[in-house]
Structures are given as C-alpha cells and as structure tokens.
C-alpha cells in the first residue's frame, strides 16, 4: 500500500491507516477483514507431586538457568504462562507473569509454598 503524499507522490507504508489507499484489491481486502475475537480457552487444573531433597551445608544454588526444551516440554511451558496470563497471576514480588521465564519462576515458588505447607503440617 501507498500512502498519498502532497502534489500526488506516494510512498510505500507499513500498517493500515485511515489515509492509506490500496493498490490491489488483495490489499482492499485486507482493509475490510475484522479481527476474529477467539474465546478465551478453559484453564485446567493440575496436581503434580514433586521430589524435594534437604540441602547439604554449602551446597551451590543455582541463580540461572538456561534450557532447550522438547516439544512436550514447549507445549507445557506455554499452556501454563498462557494460563497464568488469563489469571492475571503475580510473583511473590507482586510482579505479572509476564514471560515464559516468569512462568517458571511461578511454579518455583509454588514448589517453595507447598513445601512449607508440608512442613508445618
């Protein structure tokens, strides 16, 4: 698309605005598409049970991680940010789940939370 210029030039525009005019009517027809509105997919719940091991005196603790994930792994990564999204979840620092990363840091915390649970029953 080309956007309309003083005396008549155009010039090429990235984005649909009001003053914008087609060149093709593939472009027309990109005009006049509307945005579908997807329903927001169901939340499911899960239980997982994690294995939690006491810490040795010193033991190095890990502050990054860095992981390539299989596609399973994907899958389930972004199942949960997408449901932590919708939820509107927050970090313990009263930060929004606002990543894949922040995802993680999420159900570390819940991993912590449960933990302590445990104990003080």
């Known amino acids: 698309m080309k956007k309309q210029r003083r005396g008549g030039a155009t010039e090429p525009r990235r984005g649909l605005a009001a003053d914008t005019v087609p060149d093709t009517a593939m472009e027309q027809a990109e005009l006049e598409e509307q945005p579908e509105t997807a329903a927001e997919p169901t939340v499911e719940i899960v239980q997982v049970s ?19 994930l299989d596609p399973d792994q994907r899958v389930a990564l972004r199942r949960l940010y997408n449901a932590l999204w919708q939820q509107h979840a927050h970090l ?11 995802a993680v840091r999420w159900l570390l915390e819940a991993v912590v939370e449960a933990a302590v649970e445990s104990a003080e029953s």
């Open 50 to 68: 994690v294995p939690l091991a006491e810490l040795k005196p010193n033991e190095y603790l890990n502050t990054h991680v860095d992981a390539r």
């Open 92 to 102: 313990a620092s009263g930060r929004h789940v606002e990543s894949a990363a922040d």
